[in-house]
């Protein structure tokens, strides 16, 4: 299966606003907390997808007090189950947070997995690890 995005459409904001406003809801009323085994199993279904994991458990780079919130672009490519994904982009806007995102995520709830992250170059890669590093470091994970 194709998927091709050209452009981020009022569906996309729609859909990544709504992931952010149900995570803040079930924090609210303290689903985890509640006891109630169906609240549990839907926060722990939620946090499968890379977006809201991010949204959770990582800070913003650029302000660190706040949660780090995906571009709706970048949630259509963090929930993208394919082998392979290609996205041609302009520069600055989030592609390799993106990745990172992606990478770490899915190193975080594929325990055993091995991920692989390519760059152009070596200071390229070295800036990835860094980023990622610097994820972790301000993260709410143990």
Not at 59 to 75: A, G, L
Not at 118 to 135: A, G, V
Request: glycine letters at 4%.
């Amino acid at each position: 299966m194709e998927i091709l995005v050209d452009g981020v459409t009022p569906e996309m904001e729609k859909v990544t606003i709504t992931k952010f406003k149900k995570w803040d809801r079930v924090l609210k009323e303290g689903w985890l907390e509640s006891g109630d085994s169906v609240k549990q199993k839907e926060v722990y279904t939620l946090l499968l997808d890379p977006t809201i994991y991010a949204y959770a458990f990582f800070r913003d780079p650029k302000c660190p007090k706040k949660r780090f919130k995906c571009y709706p672009y970048q949630d259509v490519i963090l929930n993208d189950n394919h082998k392979r994904i290609f996205f041609a982009a302009a520069n600055q806007i989030g592609k390799s947070i993106g990745l990172c995102i992606k990478a770490l995520t899915f190193a975080l709830l594929n325990p055993g997995k091995t991920v692989l992250m390519t760059s152009k170059t070596l200071p390229q890669s070295k800036d990835l690890l860094r980023q990622i590093k610097q994820f972790l470091q301000n993260s709410r994970l143990d």
